[in-house]
């Protein structure tokens, strides 16, 4: 491998960690376990497995560790997600959800697409603090409500 080939790499790594980065500091503003270190680590370790499959020997490398990445991600948010007997509640499935999309980020950064990347990571930057905004707050009561009124006319 050739040394510009290298740097390449070396900067997609740094972009992908950058890119989780951004995404872990919302979590971690909100006071998530999961937040900047994770985050960050998903996005690079994704680019970087990527980038191995993209300059290995084998064509069909990229192909076969990106599906991996998606099920091994997959068995790393099913084990963030747990259910909250005190609260009658499941818990971290948003969680799960974003670091499965963090990977997502890192394999587009692989792919040098670079514009979907930092599109992704936005959306998913103002996706994550959705469900502090008075206005979301207000409009999933109304659904609730209208979904409790139907489910009343239905009994």
Avoid: C
Wanted: proline share 1%.
């Amino acid at each position: 491998m050739e040394i510009k080939d290298e740097l390449l790499i070396i900067t997609q790594i740094f972009i992908a960690f950058l890119l989780g980065a951004i995404i872990g500091l919302e979590r971690e503003k909100q006071g998530n376990a999961a937040g900047i270190r994770t985050y960050a680590a998903v996005t690079l370790g994704a680019a970087l497995f990527t980038l191995i499959g993209i300059y290995s020997a084998d064509v069909t490398a990229a192909g076969r560790i990106i599906a991996n990445i998606v099920t091994g991600i997959g068995f790393l948010g099913a084990g963030i997600i747990y259910q909250n007997n005190a609260k009658g509640l499941i818990q971290g499935l948003t969680t799960a959800s974003s670091v499965w999309a963090a990977a997502a980020v890192g394999v587009a950064v692989a792919y040098n697409m670079y514009f979907i990347a930092v599109a992704a990571t936005t959306a998913i930057y103002f996706l994550l603090p959705l469900h502090h905004f008075k206005w979301y707050i207000k409009l999933k009561t109304r659904w609730i409500k209208k979904q409790n009124q139907l489910h009343k006319e239905n009994d």
